[in-house]
């Protein structure tokens, strides 16, 4: 049996699925899956819950999925769960800390207090930060990526915010106390830092890159530069919503269009250089329909969205030059012009991602549906070794150190590691 201080766990409540996730942290700081549980979502939709008694019973039913395969889940040490919708936005702040010591020599309180005080900004008394990264500092009006023993007078640092309404935020952490967690830490995390985590490499953070989260009810978005976020949001416009088009636009039943999407029919009609697609009827008999009448109905919306995460980027004064390029992950990903189209409205290579370093006896999960997951286990492995024994008082330091105590008015635990740096 596993130690229960080397147990974590992910959970996505997302609009298609609910997966579960459990994870030992080994001791080369790496994580292996132990245990899973995924099962159909019920009372979500475009990332928000809906329906609390139909979402609870079917987390509860993913967690027995996860418990029976590893019997450790209600002794993990830490939960982290993915969130989307909720109003989620993104600013920049800058906080700025004096280096007082007589070696004028950087230590972490300079970093932590320049970044605290980054989280200084002028917020609706209904929203919260959720998760920061830092993007770069300013040592003396020199920017470096880290900090710490250099010398200077001044330190500043830019800060990636990420805040969304706090009411519905609360809805997914006491979903998760509800379902057996009440003693143990929730950890929440926006979905597409999540992703980014688990899949993108610290090359293609250095050099620039978008990920572009392209989910069943809604499309997350996070550019990385130089290890730090620069830009993020979600646009409530899914995969799904292209199945809704097509069930208008060609009078079909959505279920029908959606089987079409997943199965992949679409694109092996295209491979074989079919003109139409039959499909079998009922009483009126079958249909046959061009498939160039799918590609555009489908074009048109991938297009619309990919160049609506375009004008957010450009309106939030982000850089489109990635010099890694574009990944694209997530269940809408894996049609194949969704890369096609985003590569031609960025003007940059799309590829799509999977998750790669899995470790463990579980099958099935190396599928773009489930990056966020996987890194939000990562993640979540990494808050548990870093506030582990030696770690230099990691709880505060986690991940660049930010956020020390969670609203307790609100969810009642401490929040271990709000902030990011990748």
């Not at 199965?263 to 009609?269: M, P």
Request: charged share 20%.
């Amino acid at each position: 049996m596993f130690s229960s201080n080397d147990i974590v766990c992910a959970i996505e409540l997302g609009t298609s699925k609910i997966s579960v996730l459990i994870g030992k942290v080994s001791p080369d700081d790496a994580v292996d899956i132990v245990g899973r549980g995924c099962v159909q979502s019920q009372g979500i939709i475009k990332g928000e819950i809906t329906d609390a008694k139909s979402t609870e019973t079917a987390l509860n039913k993913a967690l027995e999925e996860a418990e029976s395969s590893c019997g450790e889940l209600m002794n993990c040490k830490l939960v982290t769960v993915l969130v989307t919708g909720c109003a989620i936005d993104s600013q920049s702040g800058v906080g700025n800390s004096v280096i007082k010591n007589p070696q004028r020599t950087v230590t972490m309180n300079e970093i932590i207090e320049s970044e605290d005080n980054a989280e200084i900004i002028n917020l609706a008394s209904e929203r919260e930060i959720i998760n920061k990264s830092t993007s770069y500092y300013l040592l003396d009006n020199r920017r470096v990526s880290n900090p710490e023993n250099m010398t200077g007078s001044r330190l500043e640092a830019h800060v990636h915010l990420v805040h969304g309404i706090s009411s519905r935020i609360s809805n997914f952490i006491r979903m998760v106390q509800n379902c057996g967690f009440e003693n143990t830490p929730v950890e929440i995390i926006f979905s597409p830092l999540a992703a980014s985590y688990g899949i993108v490499t610290r090359t293609e953070r250095e050099n620039g890159v978008l990920l572009i989260d392209f989910g069943m009810g809604c499309t997350e978005y996070a550019v990385e530069f130089n290890n730090g976020t620069t830009g993020s949001g979600v646009l409530q416009i899914g995969f799904d919503h292209i199945a809704n088009d097509l069930a208008i636009g060609l009078e079909l039943p959505i279920d029908t269009c959606r089987r079409l999407l997943e199965s992949g029919e679409l694109a092996k009609a295209r491979e074989e250089n079919r003109e139409t697609i039959d499909l079998p009827g009922g009483l009126n008999g079958g249909r046959r329909i061009p498939l160039a009448s799918f590609e555009t109905i489908i074009d048109m919306r991938l297009r619309e969205t990919f160049e609506i995460i375009r004008a957010k980027l450009i309106a939030a004064n982000v850089p489109l030059t990635f010099g890694a390029g574009v990944i694209a992950t997530g269940g809408g990903s894996l049609y194949h012009r969704s890369t096609e189209i985003i590569a031609e409205v960025f003007n940059a290579h799309c590829q799509c991602r999977v998750p790669a370093d899995l470790r463990g006896a579980f099958t099935g999960l190396n599928s773009p549906k489930f990056s966020a997951s996987w890194g939000a286990l990562k993640y979540a492995a990494d808050c548990l070794r870093r506030s582990g024994p030696g770690s230099d008082n990691a709880l505060d330091r986690i991940v660049n150190g930010i956020n020390r105590l969670f609203d307790n008015s609100k969810v009642g635990w401490r929040n271990i590691g709000k902030s990011m740096k990748f």
